[in-house]
């Protein structure tokens, strides 16, 4: 299958501060979407990226396709305790098929 | 909004039984559904691709005949995990396409446990 390189792992960050990770690709895809996971949960979708070099807001939310459509980015501003979770990126391919990164584990302290 | 349901949520099992784990749409009609495999602190896996009326179409290294999709109505697909083993322990999650642009909802997951 396709593989996805998400960085960072996982991060320790203050409530308050800003937050980035990304997803880099060997593919190219047609659709880049970030979701969010809880524990013992299926994914929540977040952010869904259409066109390359697309930026796109979902409240303190904000992510961008890369124009090379081999990339995409999410930052969360103003970070909650809330935001605690595991955020995944996936790459669309053949508009049908997922591939979802590794996973960036967020934690925040209040 | 559209709602995937998934039963059961967690199971355990006895190596060398079958488990079948049910994906629903439950306000909506979904031709293809997908299965995935997540391993503890890793990716979500695509599995397969399950197809409505035919036969799922499955990924590189998954075995057709260990993990048997049947996708016998518009609203429901099933995975039997067939002659389990403790490797086949997991967290199964199913998606549908909810038929709008990208509009994909996931299960909420079955944790199968095999001993």
């Known amino acids: 299958g396709q593989q996805l390189n998400q960085s960072p792992q996982s991060m320790f960050i203050q409530e308050g501060e800003d937050v980035s990770m990304n997803c880099t690709s060997s593919?190219?895809?047609?659709?880049w979407l970030w979701y969010k996971q809880e524990p013992g949960e299926g994914p929540v979708l977040l952010i869904a990226l259409y066109k390359a070099g697309e930026l796109t807001s979902n409240g303190r939310l904000t992510a961008q396709f890369g124009i090379t459509r081999k990339d995409s980015f999410l930052n969360i501003s103003a970070s909650i305790p809330s935001d605690v979770g595991i955020y995944f990126c996936?790459?669309?391919?053949?508009?049908?098929?997922?591939?979802f990164g590794s996973g960036t584990k967020l934690n925040v302290k209040p | 909004g559209a709602v995937v349901s998934q039963h059961p949520s967690r199971v355990i099992c006895k190596s060398g039984t079958s488990v079948k784990i049910e994906c629903r749409s439950l306000?909506?009609?979904?031709?293809?559904m997908f299965w995935y495999r997540q391993f503890p602190k890793k990716s979500l896996m695509l599995m397969a691709t399950?197809?409505?009326?035919?036969?799922?179409?499955?990924e590189q290294g998954v075995e057709k005949d260990k993990f048997l999709i049947n996708h016998a109505s518009l609203t429901l697909s099933t995975l039997t995990v067939t002659s389990a083993h403790p490797e086949d322990s997991s967290f199964y999650i199913c998606s549908a396409n909810t038929g709008t642009n990208y509009g994909y909802t996931f299960g909420s997951g079955t944790r199968l446990t095999v001993v």
């Open positions: 399950s197809n409505e009326g035919s036969k799922a179409t499955y």
């Open positions: 306000d909506f009609q979904a031709t293809t």
């Open positions: 593919s190219i895809f047609n659709t």
């Open positions: 996936a790459g669309v391919y053949n508009f049908n098929k997922f591939y």
